[in-house]
């Protein structure tokens, strides 16, 4: 994947998993913050677990900067972990994450809705109720009808190519239906059915528990459809949530004040402090970490992190240590070991690479313990439900362990060692110091790395991701990543270790997981309804993927963050991997 | 064959300016090589570039001796000397871990050694420099002489084509160029690739910026007597051009030959630090360069290859200039 928690998740596989997860069990609506721990002690991590400086003061704007610009500011077009986590603000969708620190926000709750879906038998129908005094921002009320149509629009990939496919290839929509669009009239009572407006009925393709995470994404948000405006709706989308947009200048600035048509009584979740927002785009980055820290600017709305340079002015001044947080995400930066370059088809002699490689190199290479992130033993990071606690591949200090290498080495017929390529992304100095790191380490027994950097827009769909480039080329080794759709072992392992997924032309995240076991245990996990077993089946294809060793786990990634000055009510919200938005208040 | 014409070029009043006055010899010719290096020899900035320079070849020739005993091998890893604890992972100690084993300092994150890096270096930007060098003097000489003592229109065929060269936008002609070429080609590959298609991209464009001088040159030298006489006396053009033309044009040749090499040391600077100069971890001023920005809160990452840079920018400038001065005393 390619950007900052950027979702390519896919239910191509979309054998359903009718997972427990605990649906049924959470119904509820109770706003999880208010009894979660709080602190006003300034201190390093005070707003990961807990709320900062809590408050109910209203009043104040905040001001939120992004490096880049989000790929749209309509939630139907939207695909970014960060932009999720923002367009609550100005709408609201059937279902939504709890509003709370910790753990807490891993529970979902009604939003729109009055609770959770109710699943039929075989989790194929869902059905949902709209609570009631539920407006848009003109004052109209916002029925099931609003949702359907927001839908049935994102469908329309040439003019929402943003958006995830989840609805298309889950719901049972009518033969060659193309969206509200381009197959206006047509009845899709096959895949969404509006029986009242108050009721909205799902039909699935095939059975999938999981259907209550989708609906917390912006896709599903509602759109009024007397004011849709197709692809310029993103200059004024019709807000359900708190704030409403005030102005928007593309690719510059978008300020959000308050909807005079929201009722919190509906509404326990978000706390709508700010007066209004105002979000920048196309900031230099290290502009946005001076402002934060000087306390001209309160949030950095990418949530990825300080640049290495505020890094170390963070970490070595213990005032600025005190304003920052450091929550773990979903994700994990790794190096694939593709099986079809030479020597590498034997396993020895990629448990050699295993053994050999320096973790803390390769954690350092990322940017250490705070920005980079911990030290990967396995594939699923320890967020996600059945993860594993197991080191595969022990060594002291995590520095390698040599003498194993080489034994590796010679079991596998190469004792003097192998020549392979290191493929990086050029616009990364992450993975450039990885694979200099790679180098250096493997020099140690023989095997010669030499680096290679890439196009980042390339990098999966010509290069590092393309099957024939990958064995023509000797790339032995090949730098990725990947984070969490949501956090559990479908989202997390589905798209990088099914073998289904490589394509010859290139474009696949899965560079070198080829093993029918393991696409064989996907479908077993997608069809599990037991929890614990589901789980148990996802640390069977991780402890296989390690076993053989065709993936080299790095780190699972963590972010330093560094509060605004004057915020209050400041907390990381581990749905998202970042502070939590609805939240923030002003002194 | 006629009078050397180097004898002939040599201005009279400048041959006895030097000669003290109890001077044993009798009064002698000297030739105007003699007499520009005595105007260089007492140029003292000029000296001081020229001993820069061949300091700096020096370096770069004994790179693999000096980091020896001076320093660590230039792509070795030294984390234990980066802040990992605190996690800033800039070099542990003042002024960015300078001592007496690491002269300048480490690079943050990976530890490696600063003065080996900027040592080791020194060897690709000047490789890099001479050679591309070598090709636009080669390429900018021949067509330049030719295009002076042709005429007519091959005269306007090459010179069309020197405003054709000149008025190409070449950096980023370098970027799409260096993006595209493949691993392996020509039979070459990995930085062997990289070296000679940066010395292509960069010799290959900077011809015409010789030429036009040669060119102006042979057009007001092959109107001189000599040069009549030695047609007169039955000499072919390919003759001509290289006995009669030629040793003549040596001087400006070799003056704007020095001044070229700086600035394509700033050019293989400018690619590597966009990206597309050689691969790491092959160190290069340029590329070190890029590699510091992110860490700007760590002056001494940026300091040193920017100080080489500067250094043999000014060295080879100052140097360009006194041979100037020395060939041609009236350009002053």
Redesign the interface.
């Known amino acids: 994947m390619s950007n900052p928690r950027k979702k390519r998740l896919l239910a191509v596989t979309a054998a359903a998993a009718v997972t427990a997860l605990g649906l049924a069990a959470c119904s509820g609506s109770s706003g999880g913050s208010n009894n979660a721990a709080t602190t006003t002690t300034a201190a390093f991590d005070a707003a990961n677990g807990k709320i900062f400086n809590p408050s109910d003061k209203k009043g104040g704007t905040i001001t939120m900067a992004d490096e880049g610009e989000p790929d749209s500011t309509d939630p139907g077009d939207s695909y970014y972990g960060y932009t999720w986590d923002l367009m609550r603000l100005y709408g609201r969708g059937l279902v939504m994450f709890d509003v709370a620190p910790g753990d807490g926000s891993s529970k979902l709750s009604g939003d729109l809705a009055d609770g959770l879906g109710k699943p039929s038998e075989n989790a194929k129908t869902w059905t949902y109720k709209l609570k009631s005094g539920l407006k848009f921002e003109d004052g109209t009320a916002i029925t099931s009808k609003d949702i359907k149509y927001a839908i049935t629009r994102t469908l329309d990939k040439d003019i929402f190519p943003d958006a995830p496919t989840y609805f298309d290839d889950l719901l049972a929509w009518p033969a060659d239906y193309k969206g509200a669009y381009k197959s206006k009239g047509v009845d899709v009572k096959s895949a969404i059915d509006t029986p009242d407006d108050s009721t909205i009925i799902f039909h699935l393709k095939n059975s999938f528990s999981g259907f209550d995470y989708l609906m917390t994404t912006s896709q599903a948000y509602p759109v009024p459809e007397a004011k849709d405006t197709g692809a310029k709706y993103k200059e004024h989308p019709i807000s359900s949530g708190p704030y409403m947009f005030a102005t928007y200048e593309a690719g510059k600035k978008f300020t959000l004040k308050r909807n005079p048509n929201w009722d919190a009584a509906t509404d326990p979740q978000r706390k709508a402090l700010p007066d209004g927002y105002e979000y920048s785009m196309n900031v230099n980055q290290d502009d946005i970490d001076n402002r934060i820290i000087a306390g001209d600017l309160d949030i950095h709305v990418t949530g990825t992190g300080v640049t290495p340079a505020t890094q170390g002015k963070v970490l070595s001044d213990p005032n600025l240590k005190a304003r920052a947080d450091n929550p773990t995400l979903a994700r994990l930066w790794y190096t694939s070991i593709p099986t079809t370059v030479a020597p590498l088809d034997n396993k020895d002699c990629r448990m050699a690479i295993m053994y050999a490689m320096d973790r803390t190199a390769y954690q350092t290479a990322y940017g250490g313990a705070f920005a980079g992130g911990a030290i990967a033993t396995s594939l699923m990071p320890p967020l996600i439900p059945g993860s594993l606690k197991k080191d595969f591949y022990p060594s002291q200090d995590n520095k390698g362990d040599l003498t194993k290498a080489k034994e590796a080495l010679t079991k596998c017929g190469k004792p003097d060692g192998f020549e392979i390529t290191m493929a990086f992304r050029n616009e990364r100095p992450k993975e450039k110091a990885l694979a200099e790191a790679f180098q250096q380490q493997l020099a140690k027994v023989g095997i010669k790395v030499t680096p290679k950097g890439f196009a980042k827009k390339d990098y999966f769909s010509t290069y590092a991701g393309n099957p024939p480039y990958v064995k023509a080329n000797n790339i032995g080794l090949a730098a990725n990543g990947w984070g969490a759709d949501w956090n559990d072992g479908y989202g997390f392992l589905a798209q990088i270790v099914d073998s289904r997924v490589i394509r010859e032309t290139g474009g696949s995240s899965n560079i070198s997981v080829r093993m029918p076991e393991v696409d064989k245990l996907i479908d077993q996990a997608a069809v599990e309804t037991d929890n614990a077993k589901r789980e148990a089946l996802y640390g069977q294809i991780d402890t296989l993927v390690m076993d053989n060793a065709v993936i080299y786990p790095g780190v699972w990634a963590k972010a330093l963050l560094v509060r605004g000055k004057t915020l209050t009510n400041v907390f990381v919200n581990q749905a998202y991997g970042m502070y939590d938005y609805t939240s923030l208040g002003k002194q | 064959m006629t009078v050397p014409p180097t004898e002939v070029a040599t201005p009279q009043t400048d041959a006895l300016e030097t000669e003290g006055p109890d001077s044993p010899k009798a009064i002698e010719g000297r030739s105007l090589t003699q007499i520009a290096w005595r105007r260089l020899k007492r140029d003292k900035v000029a000296m001081a570039g020229a001993a820069v320079l061949i300091f700096l070849i020096l370096v770069a020739i004994f790179a693999p001796l000096i980091v020896k005993f001076l320093g660590h091998p230039p792509?070795?890893?030294h984390?234990d000397l980066?802040d990992?604890e605190?996690?800033?992972?800039?070099p542990k100690g003042a002024w960015g871990g300078i001592s007496w084993d690491y002269l300048f300092g480490v690079e943050?994150?990976?530890g490696r050694d600063l003065f080996s890096r900027v040592v080791y270096g020194s060897r690709i930007s000047l490789l890099i420099a001479f050679l591309a060098t070598l090709l636009s003097v080669i390429i900018g000489s021949t067509l330049g002489i030719i295009a002076g003592y042709a005429g007519g229109w091959v005269d306007a065929v090459i010179s069309r084509a020197m405003d054709v060269f000149l008025a190409f936008p070449l950096l980023v002609f370098a970027i799409a160029l260096a993006?595209v070429v493949p691993?392996n080609a020509f039979g070459l590959q990995?930085n062997t690739l990289r070296v000679v298609m940066l010395v292509f991209i960069i010799g290959f464009f900077n011809w015409p910026y010789i030429g036009r001088i040669i060119r102006g040159q042979t057009l007001s030298l092959r109107e001189r007597e000599f040069v009549d006489a030695a047609r007169s006396l039955g000499a072919r053009t390919p003759r001509i051009l290289a006995r009669e033309l030629l040793p003549n044009l040596v001087a400006p040749i070799l003056v704007y030959s020095t001044l070229l090499i700086p600035s394509n040391v700033l050019f293989e600077a400018a690619l590597s630090f966009l990206?597309v100069g050689i691969?790491?971890?092959t160190p290069s001023w340029g590329g070190m360069l890029s590699?510091a920005v992110?860490?700007?809160?760590?002056p001494h990452f940026m300091l040193f290859p920017g100080l080489a840079i500067f250094f043999t920018v000014l060295a080879f400038n100052l140097f360009g200039d006194g041979l100037r001065d020395a060939f041609d005393p009236r350009g002053r």
């Open positions: 792509d070795e890893f984390q980066v990992t605190m996690g800033t992972l800039g943050p994150v990976n993006g691993d990995g990206g691969q790491p971890p590699d992110t860490f700007y809160t760590m």
